[in-house]
């Protein structure tokens, strides 16, 4: 069964780094989404991604934060200065064109100190 | 407005029992809801959805209602297994219309033990 695939599984890093969280959506779909969780609260949406540009994102998505579609495969979410709050479980998510559910990957863990 | 709000954080049961999780939203004009469940460490997974031309679906083992009088759904787990612990989020997409290209609006979580 085919499925959203995120890696690293853990990322620690110190405060002000850049790091790099990658997915690969499911193979046919073309809406591509992240979210994040922080430790004890509920999912909350970063960005929403399609035909290579931003359809939507949330107020946590500030300019430190940007999305990246580099090739047919891969989708990418760039933290560039990290602060330790940015410290979360980070989902990426993908839908098919006329599909309506969105199915997540197992998620990035990332620590910052 | 893009509420979706659980009414218990936590819900403890025997293994063989029926459970019963609750969701309330608020946005009358909502028409389309998921229910997602999240093991220890892992990522959302979709168990069932439900639009709101609908009062209830069936799936394996677990069944959706939803009444749209007083904004309210549930998931209902027949036979609950150890397996079934998790958290369970319902979750909406924003988007008027029902479709999932937009961003999703969870809950906060209800938590699952079934104790064997």
């Known amino acids: 069964e085919p499925e959203v695939t995120q890696t690293p599984s853990h990322q620690v890093t110190q405060m002000g780094q850049e790091v790099i969280l990658r997915c690969v959506p499911i193979s046919n779909h073309l809406y591509f989404y992240w979210y994040r969780q922080i430790l004890g609260q509920k999912v909350e949406f970063l960005v929403s991604f399609y035909n290579n540009e931003i359809s939507e994102k949330s107020e946590i998505f500030d300019d430190q934060f940007s999305v990246e579609r580099p090739d047919g495969s891969n989708f990418t979410l760039k933290i560039r200065s990290t602060k330790l709050e940015d410290s979360a479980m980070y989902f990426c998510?993908?839908?098919?064109?006329?599909?309506?559910?969105?199915?997540f990957g197992p998620g990035t863990r990332l620590l910052v100190l | 407005g893009e509420s979706v709000g659980l009414h218990l954080p936590t819900l403890s049961v025997q293994e063989g029992d029926n459970s019963i999780i609750n969701c309330a939203y608020s946005n009358s004009a909502s028409d389309y809801f998921i229910w997602y469940k999240q093991e220890s460490g892992k990522g959302p997974q979709f168990i069932i959805d439900?639009?709101?031309?609908?009062d209830k679906r069936q799936g394996q083992r677990v069944t959706v209602l939803l009444n749209k009088t007083v904004k309210h759904l549930s998931l209902q787990i027949a036979a609950t297994q150890p397996g079934d612990s998790a958290v369970y989020f319902c979750a909406e997409p924003f988007n008027a219309g029902g479709t999932s290209y937009g961003k999703l609006t969870f809950g906060q979580g209800t938590i699952l033990t079934v104790h064997p």
């Open positions: 439900i639009r709101s031309n609908m």
């Open positions: 998510a993908s839908t098919a064109v006329g599909g309506e559910t969105q199915y």
